[in-house]
C-alpha cells in the first residue's frame, strides 16, 4: 500500500510571520518561507529598516523574495497611527523600536511591494471611546487605500483594543472598502473572544490568520505581556485550536495562515528547521491539508 503524503490545501494562502523568522538573515527569511511551501513572508518595518542600514537595500529584498516566488505582503505593525499610541507595560526599547511613522510605514510598503498592513493597538485601554477609535481607525485606512493597501487591525488583549468583539465593532462602524482583522489565536483565547462572535463576521473582512499554542488559562504569576512572547508551536498546548480553525473555515475567513510563534527556543533553530515545523504545525487540523 502506498502512503499518501499530506500537503498543505493549494487553494489557501499561506503567510510566514515575522517571528519565526526573527533570528534568520533576510535570504533565510525567504528561503524558510518556501521550504515550508508558504506564498507570502510578513516583515517588520524596523526590521527591514535594520537590514537595509545593514547593506541590503529595500529593492534587493524584494528582489531575492520575488527570486524565490515569495511575495513581501505584509508590514506588521504601525503602532503610530493614533496620537496617544504609547504603551504603558513595554520597556523604551520596544516603544523607539515601535516608532515608525505612518509616513515612514508607507514608504517601505511601496517599496517592498506590500499589499497588507496590520496596526497594533498599544495605547492603554479606554484610552479613547469608541467614537474616537472608529475615526482614528477610519483615517489611517483611508491613507492606506490611497497606497492600495488593506489596512488590518489586531485585537490584543494586553493593549487598547482588547477583543475579536471589540475590533469588529470598530472596522464595521468605520466601514472602510480596506478595512479588516487580524485573527492570532493567542489573543483570541485570552481575551475570552467568542466562537459565537467569530461566525457573525465575514470570513472576508478577515486577511491574516495566526495560529499558535498555549496552556488555557493562563498560569498563575505568568502575565499577558510575558505569555505574548513565549508561545507554543500549534498542537503542543490545549488551546482550542481545531474549533477555532473550523469556525474560521466555516466562515471562509482562512486567509493568510501561518504560524506564529515567539519564543526564545526558536532563535537557534535552522532554517530548515523552522520550515519543517511551520508546515507540520499547521497539518494536524483537516481544513489545511489534503
Not at 498563575?220 to 482550542?240: H, I, K, Q, Y
Amino acid at each position: 500500500m502506498t502512503h499518501r503524503v499530506e500537503d498543505l490545501t493549494p487553494s489557501l494562502t499561506y503567510t510566514m510571520p515575522f517571528s519565526n523568522v526573527l533570528h534568520l538573515p533576510f535570504p533565510d527569511k525567504v528561503r524558510a518561507t518556501r521550504l515550508a511551501g508558504f506564498h507570502e513572508l510578513a516583515i517588520q518595518p524596523q526590521e527591514v529598516a535594520r537590514i537595509a542600514a545593514s547593506g541590503l537595500s529595500i529593492q534587493n529584498m524584494r528582489l531575492i523574495a520575488e527570486d524565490n516566488g515569495i511575495k513581501i505582503s505584509r508590514l506588521d505593525p504601525l503602532c503610530t497611527w493614533n496620537p496617544d499610541w504609547h504603551p504603558n507595560n513595554m520597556d523604551d526599547s520596544f516603544i523607539a523600536d515601535h516608532s515608525t511613522t505612518a509616513l515612514e510605514f508607507f514608504e517601505i510598503a511601496s517599496e517592498l511591494g506590500c499589499t497588507h498592513m496590520s496596526l497594533n493597538a498599544t495605547f492603554t485601554a479606554n484610552a479613547y471611546a469608541l467614537d474616537e477609535l472608529v475615526s482614528h481607525y477610519a483615517e489611517i485606512c483611508r491613507l492606506a487605500h490611497e497606497e492600495g493597501m488593506v489596512c488590518d487591525l489586531e485585537p490584543i488583549p494586553m493593549w487598547g483594543v482588547t477583543s475579536l468583539e471589540q475590533g469588529w465593532e470598530i472596522v464595521e462602524r468605520a466601514g472602510a472598502p480596506n478595512g479588516g482583522l487580524v485573527l492570532d489565536t493567542l489573543h483570541f483565547v485570552r481575551s475570552e473572544s467568542k466562537l459565537e462572535t467569530l461566525a457573525t463576521i465575514p470570513g472576508s473582512s478577515i486577511h491574516c490568520v495566526q495560529i499558535c499554542d498555549g496552556i488555557h488559562p493562563l498560569k498563575s504569576g505568568v502575565t499577558l505581556e510575558a505569555d505574548c512572547f513565549e508561545r507554543m508551536w500549534p498542537g503542543t498546548g490545549n488551546f482550542p485550536l481545531a474549533d477555532i480553525v473550523s469556525g474560521l473555515h466555516k466562515i471562509g475567513g482562512l486567509n493568510g495562515v501561518g504560524p506564529e510563534v515567539f519564543s526564545v527556543l526558536n532563535q537557534n533553530m535552522a532554517t530548515e528547521d523552522v520550515a519543517r515545523l511551520c508546515k507540520q504545525s499547521l497539518l494536524a487540523y483537516a481544513e489545511l491539508r489534503v
